[in-house]
């Protein structure tokens, strides 16, 4: 009886009406129902009806059928909520599980950086000892070739006095 059911049950069976806005109580300030809405046509409605909100739209399809139609058609609704209800767990639960993954590499990369960053602290450590070193090389360079210089003008000097000491002039 139920494959029976399925092929007269026609989800798109809807009677053309214009839509109301209608606030429900249990709902918050924001949110609103159409009245035209409908739980076999919409999950986000059947999320709700799963709630305990009844549509208007439902009610008018479900008056326009007979008892056992009527009953068949609510059997369906309820199991289409549930399923709606079910799918959206499943669809949470997924996307928890990559919120979890992705906070997990959130954290690995986190703990990454650290370590980047620590190495980073060492090298340029390294590098400010490497300069500072090449700085007073370069100095102490410096002050040999001035040193050199020096004594190279000196000795030049010695030599031209040794010369014409040697070479008297006539």
Known sequence: MASSYQNNFDLNDVPNVQPEIRHSSSLSQKD????NAS????????????RGIITPQDE???ANRTDVKAINDSMALS???????SNMARLLQVRGNEVQELRTQVLSLQRRNRGLQQENKE???????????????????EMNTNRLREQHESLLLEVQKNLKISRPEA
């Open 79 to 85: 199991i289409q909520c549930a399923s709606s209800v």
């Open 39 to 50: 739980v076999m046509l919409d999950d986000a409605v059947a999320a709700s009806v799963a």
């Open 32 to 35: 609103h129902l159409m009245t």
């Open 123 to 141: 090298l340029k450590k390294l590098i400010d000892s490497y300069a500072n070193n090449m700085r007073k090389r370069c100095s102490e360079l």
């Open 60 to 62: 008018k399809l479900l």
